[in-house]
């Protein structure tokens, strides 16, 4: 019964530090199993889905030295099985990045098919798309995706993405990698974790040239070599915590942030009548009076993170006015706006859009993190509201962010991780 009790009405101030971004992290370990060298990657964030990566490639023969917490070194010099199929890998959504590492490096790879957050429709077409163009021949049967390019191996070709995927962008590129011949990916997606992942690569002996653009091109090579590698810190974290500032009106300088990656959260926060000061590797944000209204449109990089809209329409929820939240990425992004309701808020959907009206306050209920970013939404929420909050199944919420409770302690939240009754009524009677 893991949940998180919240007391709120606290106004958030101090420092916090940005742990690695989770999702350049999943990409990265998948990276280790394409060469037999020792791969090192440091900055890793300790949460469930980073460790679920971890145990996976271990479980096919991978070599792993979790050195501390936050630094692995892995060895795939003596992989035995291809196959990647367990109980915990089928709940993250990242699975396929394993397909394209092992299909680069052995030209036959099988891995359950992605779970993750219920946000809406993910399909993996544009995956199969990719492995397809590359030379494989993919198959989905009893809940696995296989990939088969043993006959004649992987040859890079021109692919074409119909829709922007980070997910299909990074898969094709970790497989033409170790292709014979020149790939060219259009349509690519732009994210920092694709940036990441390709600045990793090169540093294992790749050529790819052009990530961070809607065009990458990557010559094939024979092997790749070691590497010490650090993940880039996490903008998604780092915004959550941007944006725990303007809810509660604290003052949060958020350290060990790439401030470009945040620009799209940072021009919006400024539209509330919040002051950002920008520094070379922190972003200070001091919540304003009474938050002024706006309209947010959720787009691929360097727009609107979809990852921040539900963070975002907490603020939007205390904003004098109607704003508007319109999600154009995943059409099931709005399921967590009922629980928001029960601590309050006037947020009407009508389609793909969220209509806010602003009200006084918000006031403690009983909630469930519906998906990772939601969770987290809830949880600004509760620290906002009067009274308390309980968050329930927060296993979502500890997929993707680190040492959540402790770093909001540091900042002046009253909140707990219980795991019983007991646990929740001490905490109740401690806090008052």
């Keep these: 019964m893991d949940k998180y009790i919240i007391k709120g009405g606290a106004r958030l101030v101090g420092d916090v530090e940005i742990s690695g971004a989770k999702n350049a992290a999943l990409a990265l370990l998948a990276t280790t199993l394409m060469t037999d060298e020792k791969v090192v990657i440091d900055n ?5 889905d980073i460790n679920i990566v971890i145990d996976s490639i271990a479980e096919i023969g991978a070599k792993v030295d979790r050195r501390d917490r936050n630094t692995v070194a892995v060895q795939a010099d003596d992989i035995y099985d291809v196959v990647v199929n367990n109980e915990y890998v089928k709940k993250i959504r990242t699975s396929y990045y394993l397909l394209g590492a092992l299909l680069g490096r052995y030209k036959y790879a099988e891995v359950t098919l992605p779970g993750g957050c219920n946000i809406g429709s993910r399909p993996i077409d544009q995956h199969i798309k990719g492995f397809k163009a590359l030379g494989a021949k993919v198959k ?12 004649h191996g992987l040859v890079g070709n021109n692919v074409y993405f119909d829709v922007v995927s980070v997910g299909a962008t990074i898969s094709v590129m970790l497989a033409a990698t170790l292709a014979e011949g020149k790939t060219r990916i259009e349509n690519a997606a732009k994210e920092p974790q694709v940036v990441d992942v390709a600045n990793m690569l090169n540093t294992m002996g790749a050529n790819i ?10 010559s094939g090579v024979k092997k790749l070599h070691k590497t010490e590698y650090s993940v880039i810190p996490d903008p998604i974290e780092a915004a959550t915590f941007m944006m725990a500032a303007v809810v509660t009106k604290g003052n949060i300088l958020v350290k060990n ?3 470009k990656h945040l620009e799209a959260v940072t021009a919006k926060i400024l539209e509330t009548g919040s002051i950002v000061e920008e520094f070379d590797d922190a972003i200070r944000v001091i919540g304003g009076g009474k938050l002024e209204t706006t309209h947010i449109k959720t787009l691929p990089y360097p727009g609107f993170p979809t990852d921040m ?3 975002f329409t907490v603020a939007l929820c205390l904003a004098g006015g109607t704003s508007t939240v319109t999600e154009s990425l995943f059409e099931s992004r709005f399921k967590y706006v009922d629980e928001l309701t029960k601590m ?6 009508e389609g793909n859009t969220a209509i806010i009206r602003g009200v006084d306050k918000l006031s403690g209920a009983e909630v469930n993190a519906l998906d990772l970013r939601a969770g987290a939404a809830l949880v600004l929420a509760g620290i906002v509201a009067d009274g308390f909050t309980t968050v329930e199944d927060v296993y979502f919420i500890q997929r993707g962010y680190e040492r959540f409770p402790e770093k909001l302690r540091k900042l002046g939240a009253t909140i707990e991780l219980v795991t019983s009754e007991k646990e929740e009524q001490k905490f109740r ?4």
Excluded: N, Y
């Design 44 to 48: 890793l964030p300790d949460v469930k």
């Design 140 to 151: 989905i049967e009893h809940g696995m995706i296989s990939a088969d390019a043993r006959e």
């Design 209 to 218: 040239k052009g990530a961070g653009t809607d065009v990458i091109r990557i």
């Design 257 to 259: 942030v790439i401030p």
């Design 309 to 311: 809209q539900p963070q």
């Design 344 to 349: 309050g808020a006037d947020i009407r959907v």
């Design 429 to 432: 009677l401690r806090v008052g």
